[in-house]
């Protein structure tokens, strides 16, 4: 399987990255939670809620094109 010809600046770049690395700090955070004893002010069941809520935003900006990554609208530009 290939990987995309500018792949550094897509993964630099694109709004799904960062969400999906953001899922990964939510998740951390959900994981270390417990070890640490709740320290964090963070009531108990918020994470995975904003865990979905994520992943489905990053699955929309997905969809979306964004010039700075792509060019034009059809990323042929």
Avoid: H, N
Wanted: with cysteine; proline share 9%; charged share 15%.
């Amino acid at each position: 399987m290939p990987l995309v010809p500018d792949w550094r600046r897509v993964l630099l770049r694109a709004w799904s990255v960062w969400c999906i690395a953001f899922i990964a700090v939510i998740q951390g955070l959900d994981v270390a939670l417990p070890l640490i004893g709740y320290a964090l002010p963070i009531p108990e069941g918020w994470l995975p809620s904003v865990t979905l809520a994520v992943a489905i935003l990053a699955a929309l900006l997905r969809l979306i094109p964004q010039k700075s990554i792509s060019g034009g609208r059809d990323g042929t530009e």
